[in-house]
């Protein structure tokens, strides 16, 4: 208990700085309840750590929601010390197998607990049917990531936009998500991703934001037949007790509605592409 106690004194003296450094008001900083709906057809109920298994799984997958049909999962090679994403399919993958042969595996609850215990590391495919998307989530890497990442969350939550920073699994890079209340098209939510870059800059008083690496979704449509770009999924089992993977501020509350032109936010391939380059 000494220890924990330790460790939440140690985040919160950090929290009081990144808010000095950033100069947040007291709105920008509290946290509120939001809404949140994507994968399920309604609302999971907060959760907690008293919560059930199955209640977290749900919830997840609704605050995350990506296409169902295919995830991707991070492979890792002890010998060589690579390590890559790649499409999750029946059989594994193998040299040689016709294309025909391939089948994608599906993201169902079980794939989502089995991520959030790390007995596997799961990368989410933001574009849904119709080059839609629930989410839009901004990539940083970089020494500098987390000012940088920092400056675009408070241009987020300037406009109202639920706006969730999350440590990469690297350790020294960040995301920082924004949730939608329903799909909306991605080139829609990239121009909101843009207009922030923009505010962050300007947040930041720099010439740009060096660490900005890209947004994701990172097509406003999908050229092919693969699934787009993919992104490590959050809260990794492994990597929280490292550290990583974590989001230091929950969402914000869900703004208004907004006219047709702006997005409201909130709370199938038969020949699979090479795995696209993801954020760690």
């Known amino acids: 208990m000494t220890d924990l106690q330790a460790e939440i004194e140690e985040l919160r ?33 907060p959760v907690d750590a008293r919560s059930s298994s199955q209640a977290k799984v749900e919830f997840y997958a609704a605050l995350f929601g990506a296409r169902r049909d295919v995830y991707a999962i991070r492979w890792e090679n002890a010998r060589t010390g690579k390590s890559g994403w790649m499409p999750a ?40 049917r119709g080059d839609q998307t629930c989410w839009l989530a901004a990539d940083f890497d970089g020494q500098a990531a987390m000012l940088d990442a920092l400056a675009y969350l408070k241009a987020a939550r300037a406009i109202g936009a639920p706006a969730a920073l999350e440590v990469s699994r690297s350790g020294i890079g960040a995301h920082v998500w924004i949730f939608f209340t329903d799909p909306v098209p991605a080139a829609t939510a990239r121009q909101l991703g843009t207009a ?64 047709p032109s702006t997005p409201r936010t909130s709370s199938s391939a038969s020949t699979p592409a090479p795995p696209p380059h993801t954020s760690g």
Not at 14 to 30: F, I, M, P, Q
Not at 89 to 97: A, N
Not at 212 to 228: A, E, M, T
Request: contains cysteine; hydrophobic residues 35%; charged residues 25%.
């Open 13 to 45: 003296r950090e929290n009081v700085r990144l808010r000095k450094l950033l100069k947040l008001t007291d709105a920008e900083a509290a946290p509120t309840r939001g809404t949140q709906t994507a994968w399920f057809e309604k609302t999971p109920s």
């Open 89 to 128: 399919v029946e059989g594994g993958w193998r040299k040689g197998r016709a294309a025909s042969d391939i089948r994608h595996l599906p993201l169902t609850p079980e794939v989502v607990a089995a991520h959030l215990t790390g007995d596997i590391h799961i990368g989410l495919y933001p574009m849904l």
């Open 196 to 259: 922030l870059v923009r505010e962050a800059i300007a947040i930041r008083g720099r010439i740009d934001l060096r660490c900005y690496d890209r947004l994701f979704p990172s097509q406003d449509v999908l050229p092919g037949q693969g699934p787009g770009n993919l992104i490590a999924a959050p809260l990794h089992g492994k990597s929280r007790k490292l550290g990583t993977t974590v989001s230091p501020t929950p969402p914000r509350r869900t703004v208004p509605r907004a006219p």
